[in-house]
């Protein structure tokens, strides 16, 4: 798939999220009450392998997105016309 920088730094933002929410459910799925001598564990509500592999390919796509758009950004020079060094030097 071909896109531009923008849409796949907006992916990644979004990808991001998904895998924070995921990360959330799975974190959250299992739990283990104790109150007195009750024990009590309340079973996941989602397949924890399925929420892992869903991670796993969520992280594996901004791997790519990222490697992506930093080679792109590494072939392409800008002109800015800064003096850096001299905006940088301490004031007298």
């Known amino acids: 798939m071909k ?3 923008s849409t796949l730094l907006v992916m990644e933002k979004n990808l991001r999220g998904r895998l924070n929410e995921i990360s ?3 974190q959250s799925s299992t ?3 104790r109150w007195g001598d009750s024990d009590r564990i309340d079973e996941p509500t989602y ?3 399925k929420l892992d592999k869903k991670c796993s390919d969520i ?3 901004l791997f790519k997105i990222n490697r992506e758009i930093k080679t792109v950004n590494a072939s ?3 002109e800015v016309d800064v003096d850096y060094d001299t905006l940088m030097d301490a004031i007298d």
């Open 59 to 61: 992280r594996k796509a």
């Open 24 to 26: 959330n459910l799975a």
């Open 31 to 33: 739990s283990r009450s």
């Open 3 to 5: 896109e531009t920088i």
């Open 76 to 78: 392409v020079t800008v």
């Open 47 to 49: 397949d924890v392998k």
